[in-house]
């Protein structure tokens, strides 16, 4: 990357670095403790000593930074090198960390996915077995969707889609084949989801209309309903939000009662809400909640959870995002929190709570509380870079756009928050490449 975009020589080594904000601070405080200082560094602090603000500087720090980097304090607050000179701690993670443990699962994991998947190939028969194997993998993948980075989803997603690619071509068996384009689509929708959460939106798009092809194949309305959903969604995010009401007006008629139909009707208020219509928002989110009122609790994708799951805390959290985008601060707060509390509760799961948390930041913006909008970040702040989605990451930057505004551009507190945004944001671009799917 060209010097040219550096501020400092300091923000090159950590940008240019391994690690994230979050482990630097970390490793910072331990080279502290090892020397015997009383230094601390938070991910705000380096935000700003990055940029050259130093504003008052403890000495100790200072010595400690210059231990840490291997350049004198005013030399890492200058102009960047043609190459960084220094790495601390040579090797591949901060202090604490089991990198070594996780590649070894990692690799464990794919040479199972290898193992499996060249034993598909050569068999001769498709073994009732496999199918079942293959059911339970992709729906576990779909419970779990939040605890793993998306690039480790797309990898065991695309293995899922392969061997259930691999076995349709060794069956004719009619039930055999309907279970496992059923598998294929819901493979396809979550390599879907995951595109999305890496903002690969060409990607996403067509992995959601290759879900619904599947589903309409076989007759699952369900997942079908979901694949629309999940189509409407991804124009919603793309600034196709007329589109994205046209998607679900073809979809609401054929969807099930209940869970599935609160969901397009929910996506369907975020789409009116960026077209400015409250009018419209307030009536896709009563009849959404109507049909949660009468939501069966063992229906077929609810019941599955995780990310095919449409449970109340996820609902309300969506309900709260379309109240945001039109402005009602307070009664987005007020869903949001809800949404946040049911989480323990709710059996369905899949709402991520990171994202709840950071449209509670900007609703807290909008009702006019910035000390509380920040406080709601507090836990966004130390997700791992490869697992910023951008689904966090695209409301964050609409959260930085929001403190730009007149009541807030000229606020320290407010600067603070958005030179943090840009850091946390551009550690997960530098940190997140989709390979092809």
Known sequence: MATAQYKTLLEQIVHEGLWTIEETCRAFEIQARKMDEPATLSPRQLARWMRGDVGQARSVSKRVAEAFWGHRFDVLLGSPHDSAEFEPYSGTAAPGLSVDIESLEAAAVMAAHESFEHAARIAGTVESDDISLLQESVLELARCYQTKPPLQLLTEARHIRNVAYVLLDKTRRPAQTSELYQIAGQACGLLSVVSFDLARWDAAEEQARSARTYAELIGDAHLE????????????????SRRAVDLIANSIDAAPAGASTARLRAIEARAWAELGRPDHVKESLRLADAEMDHAQDRELYSAAGGE?????????????????????????????????????????????????????????????????????????????????RHGVTGRMEQLSRRLIGRDWRDTGEAVELRDQIEVFNAEA???LALPSV
């Open 429 to 431: 671009a530098s940190r």
């Open 225 to 240: 309903a979901w694949s629309r959903g999940t189509q409407a969604l991804i124009a919603n995010w793309r600034g196709q």
């Open 308 to 388: 095919f799951g449409w449970g109340q805390s996820r609902h309300s959290a969506c309900a709260g995002t379309a109240l945001l985008t039109v402005g009602q601060g307070e009664l987005a707060v007020a869903r949001i929190q809800d949404a946040i509390a049911l989480v323990p509760e709710d059996p369905l799961g899949g709402l991520a709570p990171a994202r709840a948390q950071v449209d509670l930041a900007t609703a807290e913006l909008v009702a006019g509380r910035l000390d509380a909008s920040v406080e709601a970040l507090e836990s966004v702040w130390s997700i791992p870079a490869p697992s910023r």
